[in-house]
């Protein structure tokens, strides 16, 4: 039924579509007007949308003449005329939806389109690009078009100074990479003068390979940290001590989940091993914590797949790209483990000093827009976490690759050598061949198969990623064998070699199947661009994780009774659908994960959001005193909740308590008595106190004089920093404690965003207690100077380790968080300051 009304009326993608093709026509008739025009009239065409877009007019009223410009100039600078379907794609990305284009169809072009017509709002348009060589590469071939139409580009490059980058923001059109947009904005809300700020309002963004960005990287947060003094030495100690457990016996794992837990023999190891009597006691926490890191990093992260050893370094290597995330360090100890397990130097741990997903990041853009060749399988996440839809473009020519089913071996040497065999029979006829693998591992055991064979080729993986764009754009040459790790080179077009379209084009050859069928789509696109011949097959193996994962005993007993060969394949459309439901169920799984992520951070975001806001506003404004006695009072109104709570009549108050907290916070000493307060209501006491307190303010700021705009913001700064600060650590503490609320039938959600709400308020109160007690009791030295929270550890932000995608950092408890310790504290300063020591 579903099939005849699609056959009626078409689905909703294809009328999106022939409505889209009428708009062309319209400016596809504006082709010769705007083909008469001089360079410098097109040119002034620019000035003349600008001025039409100050009058009132709004973008989609210029579109039509906007995109005819565009593609005159594209064609003039570039000598490529944008395509019809090139333009509906410039539709969609600037509608703020997501245009799904299959490889080799020139999305890069497609993108000016859309970032032309937005940059004249003169807000500034980023492009995001997934590596910095596709934002530099774009950058400096596009910004010819742009240039010349009278636009500015930027690159926003890591390394670059707070000056270079903020000269880039302020142009028209900003290319970078995703991690350094949000790592820029990070660091923004951690400068002291607004002056050292580099990006503006974030208004329109285009995401180039938008499923890779806001999906594969979307799980773990950017995070900005610096350096937590502890002991290495037991790292080494533990990394030592879990080479004697025994899987099984003392640990199990569960493969799904890349989770490990001791059994009560292993605990009973450790705790011999250590000498102590409980190693769940809240005194061993530390020690725990070390061994768990260790077993995790001895048992679960292989080198070589994970993780490579460079330079006498753990790098890490993406799981999704297969690429080096040099820089980027495991948290939670797990890096530090992984190092003492190589017998490497342990690297101090780190505290967060900022941290924000990709995905709330880039939710704050005004406008946001992506471009991918496969996109259409995620299009509930990108509509639920992003508000965009996908639309997926025709291709220019129809597509002739032919894919083949799966080949299935029983076992992984069976397959692999039947991949071998495979490509040296194409290899002998001159045919491309791209293989792609999953791992760096999977890459060299099929390399050093190869040369066993003598068949020349080229490995493409994380250890080699300067030559990738290289490697990639001659794998569809005559003879080329290229081996590719995961999508390694997304971004480059592979253009077929003379001769190579008549034995066959270029033929994708997969070794696994991944756990998105996005991956596998990515990869198979490879071949068939632009009308090109080509094929793409898979050759699966029941060990495959994949396989193993989802059901493969059935198919291999099966196998088993029907007497099937080691080297004979199954070839069935049934098992490859069977792969497919268990991609699809794996794709869920992984949704669900990243909307509990989102979910959680959502939290955060939410807090982040009222820091980073009341953060801009210290630095914006001249005069803090309101904010400040708005501080002061909420501190003051706090006491008197305190001391004279409603509930309780007047004679029960503790109005000596009352006194004693004003005069040791924010009253001078002996500035008020227990008889000037006996008497009043609890209003009338309040009231009276802000009274005392707005006069003690305003002879502070006779007696400090200028100085004292620039005190407040010194003192409010310090204060929201350091608390922020520790309250990201408090709350990523409860957050790794909180699923054990499941056991009591509570919901781990729920009681997360409620103690964060309480933690938040806490931390609220704490930033208003301090600057309370330095406004109002601290000598004011005669340079004041505003200083990073972490003076010593790195304090340029701009030189802070910067963490992405794969890691969380290591939390350490904040007691500005706990209430009692924070009551402690205050109980030790007053009973400091009755000693006669003034607070500095």
């Not at 980073?612 to 003051?636: F, P, T």
Request: hydrophobic letters at 35%.
């Amino acid at each position: 039924m579903l099939g005849l009304v699609k056959k009626i009326f078409g689905d909703s993608n294809e009328r999106e579509v022939k409505k889209m093709f009428k708009r062309v026509e319209k400016i596809n008739a504006l082709e010769p007007e705007i083909a008469a025009l001089t360079d410098a009239q097109l040119r002034e065409k620019t000035e003349i949308f600008k001025t039409r877009l100050a009058q009132g007019e709004k973008l989609d009223d210029i579109l039509n003449e906007a995109f005819a410009v565009c593609r005159e100039a594209s064609k003039r600078v570039l000598g490529m005329r944008h395509y019809d379907v090139q333009m509906i794609g410039g539709m969609v990305l600037q509608e703020g939806r997501i245009a799904e284009m299959k490889t080799g169809e020139g999305k890069t072009l497609v993108a000016t389109l859309a970032t032309y017509l937005n940059a004249l709002q003169g807000k500034g348009v980023h492009v995001v690009t997934v590596n910095e060589y596709l934002a530099e590469r774009d950058s400096q071939t596009m910004g010819e078009l742009y240039n010349f139409l009278g636009l500015t580009v930027g690159l926003n490059k890591h390394g670059l100074t707070p000056e270079e980058k903020r000269e880039a923001y302020l142009c028209d059109i900003t290319y970078g990479t995703n991690n350094e947009f949000g790592f820029d904005y990070l660091r923004d809300n951690m400068v002291l003068y607004k002056e050292q700020m580099v990006q503006r309002p974030l208004y329109f963004a285009i995401v180039d390979e938008v499923d890779s960005i806001l999906i594969d990287e979307a799980r773990t947060p950017l995070i900005i940290s610096g350096a937590a003094n502890r002991s290495t030495e037991l790292y080494y100690i533990c990394a030592h001590f879990v080479k004697r457990l025994e899987e099984e016996k003392d640990y199990t794992i569960d493969e799904k989940l890349k989770i490990v837990n001791l059994t009560d023999e292993g605990v009973s190891k450790v705790e011999a091993a250590f000498n102590i009597d409980n190693l769940y006691d809240t005194a061993h926490m530390t020690l725990n914590h070390h061994i768990m890191a260790a077993l995790k990093a001895q048992a679960i992260f292989k080198r070589d797949v994970d993780y490579v050893v460079q330079d006498g370094e753990v790098v890490i290597v993406d799981e999704f790209t297969g690429r080096l995330m040099v820089g980027r360090r495991y948290s939670e100890g797990l890096h530090q483990a992984i190092e003492a397990k190589e017998g490497l130097k342990v690297q101090s741990e780190s505290m967060t000093l900022a941290t924000i997903t990709l995905q709330n990041y880039f939710r704050m853009y005004q406008k946001l827009s992506g471009m991918t060749g496969t996109a259409k399988t995620e299009e509930e996440e990108l509509k639920k976490i992003y508000g965009m839809d996908v639309v997926v473009i025709p291709t220019n020519k129809p597509v002739i690759r032919q894919d083949l089913p799966d080949l299935i071996y029983k076992t992984e040497a069976a397959k692999y050598r039947a991949v071998v065999n495979d490509i040296v029979e194409r290899h002998k006829k001159g045919q491309p061949v791209l293989v792609g693998t999953i791992s760096i591992e999977n890459s060299e055991r099929l390399s050093h198969m190869l040369k066993q064979k003598g068949v020349p080729h080229n490995v493409l993986n994380a250890k080699q990623h300067e030559r990738e764009a290289e490697i990639v754009a001659r794998a569809g040459q005559y003879g080329a064998v290229t081996i590719a790790t995961n999508m390694a080179g997304r971004g480059t077009d592979i253009k077929l070699g003379e001769g190579v379209a008549e034995i066959g084009g270029l033929h994708i050859l997969g070794t696994e199947r991944h756990e998105s069928r996005r991956i596998d789509n990515q990869l198979r696109g490879r071949a068939g661009r632009q009308g090109d011949p080509g094929s793409s097959q898979f050759f699966l193996s029941l060990q495959d994780e994949l396989m193993r994962r989802f059901g493969a005993e059935n198919i291999m007993n099966m196998m088993d009774r029907l007497g099937m060969e080691e080297d004979v394949p199954i070839e069935s459309r049934l098992v490859s659908r069977a792969v497919e439901q268990a991609q699809k169920r794996v794709e869920g799984s992984n949704f669900d994960a990243r909307k509990v992520v989102l979910q959680y951070d959502d939290v955060m975001n939410q807090q982040r959001e009222v820091i980073y806001k009341q953060r801009r506003d210290i630095l914006e404004r001249e005069d803090m005193s309101d904010i400040a006695l708005g501080m002061i009072n909420s501190v003051v109104e706090r006491n008197v909740t305190a001391y004279c709570p409603k509930e309780e009549v007047p004679e029960d108050w503790d109005l000596q308590g009352l006194v004693d907290a004003a005069t040791n916070t924010y009253l001078p000493e002996d500035s008020i008595t227990v008889s000037q307060l006996r008497g009043k209501e609890a209003e009338e006491i309040l009231e009276f106190l802000k009274e005392q307190v707005e006069n003690h303010y305003r002879q502070r700021e006779a007696q400090i004089g200028e100085m004292m705009r620039e005190f407040e913001k010194v003192v409010i700064l310090r204060a929201v920093d350091s608390k922020w600060m520790d309250h990201i650590d408090a709350m990523e503490q409860l957050r790794q404690g909180i699923h054990l609320r499941a056991y009591g039938q509570n919901d781990p959600l729920r009681e997360y965003q409620f103690e964060g709400y309480e933690m938040f308020q806490n931390m609220i109160a704490a930033v208003e207690e301090e600057v309370t007690m330095y406004l109002m009791k601290a000598e004011v030295n005669q340079n004041l100077e505003r200083q990073e929270v972490i003076k010593g550890q790195g304090a340029d932000p701009s030189a802070l380790q910067t963490s992405g995608p794969s890691e969380r950092p290591i939390s350490e408890t904040s007691g500005d968080a706990d209430p009692k310790n924070r009551a402690q504290r205050r109980a030790e300063e007053q009973e400091r300051k009755r000693g006669g020591k003034k607070s500095k």
